[in-house]
């Protein structure tokens, strides 16, 4: 229970913070109007969608493997992980000895005659081994087929594990043969689930919480306009549009507007693994160190979003460059009209014209 109060107070005051931004930054909203998915209207009608879901049909319990964080003590959805481009991941090559009677196609080998038979396999995910339950390989490689007969010695308890087709395994990388531990990998879970190999408190995703949003917020006639950027086609606009056709048999929107990302000096997507992010909040307000960072109000963020600038090349000169050029193209037109009209119409302190 402490554990949701401080995460709810987390939430709430990472609220508060956005609202303040946002308004700062002169995003017009009905912030009087807003909605959390943390209140206990919205939850309750959430249930209310999960159980009619549930009666449809579309609920099921079953196992699979997630994320898990152990620093945080839960499991995290796909969307929450984000990988660091520069890790190197450790690989070791292992050879796993054979321990059944080899078919005959196999016993003509020479080598098989005279020395023990192993299985060469290739992980880069080594922790991974203590769970390992089969080998893996490619179906559609026909020599391949005479390892279906085999067994072999598991790396560190010597159980005795079989060779397996699976169809996400290729000979382009490694040795042909993959390790498959279903605890920690898709495509070994799916691998398990065929063969039935042995697998080693409930919350409800935060993909629900968002794509319930439509039926705890909104009444009828539902939302006309979904606006989000362009990532969320497999997020908010998917989970939104499954359970709504679930539960309903229609689509929550009627149009999607999508924008993009915030791009640096070099036209990348801004991205806290790539270490080019801008704080936006920093442009506005400035920094810690108003000598390096200085406070350039709203309208200097909003022009920084639509051009390709990036940290190194964030100086008040080239700001109010940039800004000034824009001003100049816009005041171009008229420029040549507005010198004729102060020709004609101020006089100089002799009441002479200009």
């Not at 995290?76 to 078919?103: M, R």
């Amino acid at each position: 229970m402490s554990g949701q109060l401080s995460a709810q107070r987390f939430a709430v005051e990472a609220l508060e913070i956005q609202r303040s931004v946002f308004q700062r930054w002169g995003l017009l909203a009905d912030w009087g109007e807003v909605y959390r998915t943390l209140d206990p209207q919205y939850v309750s009608r959430q249930l209310h969608l999960f159980i009619d879901l549930y009666k449809k049909g579309f609920i099921y319990q079953d196992y699979k493997p997630v994320y898990f964080s152990p620093s945080l003590g839960t499991s995290l959805a796909e969307a929450e992980l984000e990988y660091e481009p520069q890790h190197v991941s450790p690989s070791v090559f292992l050879a796993l000895p054979v321990t059944s009677a080899l078919p005959a196609t196999l016993d003509r080998l020479p080598s098989a005659a005279q020395s023990q038979l192993y299985l060469p396999i290739w992980t880069t995910t080594p922790w991974t081994l203590p769970l390992n339950q089969a080998i893996c390989f490619a179906p559609d490689k026909p020599y391949l087929l005479e390892l279906a007969a085999l067994r072999y010695r598991a790396p560190l308890d010597q159980r005795e594990c079989p060779c397996l087709p699976a169809s996400h395994v290729t000979m382009v990388k490694g040795t042909g043969l993959v390790h498959t531990a279903p605890a920690h990998g898709h495509d070994d879970f799916l691998v398990a689930l065929q063969y039935k190999l042995p697998v080693g408190s409930d919350i409800l995703d935060i993909w629900f919480d968002s794509g319930s949003s439509w039926h705890c917020v909104l009444g009828e006639p539902k939302a006309d306009l979904y606006l989000e950027g362009v990532d969320q086609f497999n997020g908010w606009f998917l989970s939104s549009l499954l359970t709504s056709v679930a539960a309903t048999g229609k689509a929550p929107y009627r149009m999607l507007y999508v924008h993009g990302f915030a791009l640096d000096e070099h036209g990348r997507k801004m991205s806290k693994s790539l270490g080019n992010v801008v704080d936006p909040q920093e442009v506005t307000d400035g920094g810690k160190d108003s000598s390096r960072k200085p406070a350039y109000g709203a309208d200097v963020l909003r022009l920084y979003c639509d051009a390709r600038l990036g940290s190194r090349r964030m100086s008040a000169l080239l700001v109010l460059h940039h800004l000034l050029h824009q001003l100049l193209l816009s005041l171009a037109p008229i420029l040549p009209h507005l010198a004729e009209e102060v020709a004609q119409h101020f006089t100089d302190a002799n009441g002479e014209n200009v």
